[in-house]
């Protein structure tokens, strides 16, 4: 059974930064891509940032991009989200997600049903 761990959340400070990790483990074949995304209360998950499992293509929501950066080490089936100059419109529970099939589309990458497997969420709030 596949499993994804979360974790590095936290509570920072406005123009402060975290790093996220999520491990899966449960699959001998590799994953296609791994991908965040968050929500905060009362809204749908947001697409945060995505890397194939290759590390040749990298995608970033709106929202993040030039702040957070995504990376991923093949040796501990692990992927990153380096969170820098956190804002308090950061504050969500950060979810992590696995994708095993191949995208063909870069709009793919954004849409959370294309995920097959899904971590339990990991906090992080950022104060004013």
């Known amino acids: 059974q596949v499993q994804l761990v979360e974790s590095g959340g936290g509570l920072v400070k406005a123009g402060g930064s975290l790093r996220l990790s999520c491990t899966v483990s449960?699959?001998?074949?590799?994953?296609?891509?791994m991908g965040w995304f968050r929500r905060t209360p009362g809204q749908e998950r947001e697409f945060v940032a995505a890397i194939t499992w290759s590390g040749d293509n990298a995608y970033y929501g709106d929202s993040v991009t030039g702040r957070f950066t995504i990376s991923r080490d093949f040796a501990k089936n692990t992927v990153y989200l380096q969170m820098n100059s956190l804002e308090p419109e950061d504050t969500a529970v950060y979810y992590c997600a696995v994708r095993y099939g191949r995208l063909r589309l870069t709009s793919s990458y954004y849409t959370e049903r294309n995920y097959d497997y899904w971590g339990q969420g990991t906090q992080v709030t950022v104060s004013s």
């Open positions: 449960g699959r001998i074949s590799s994953p296609y891509a």
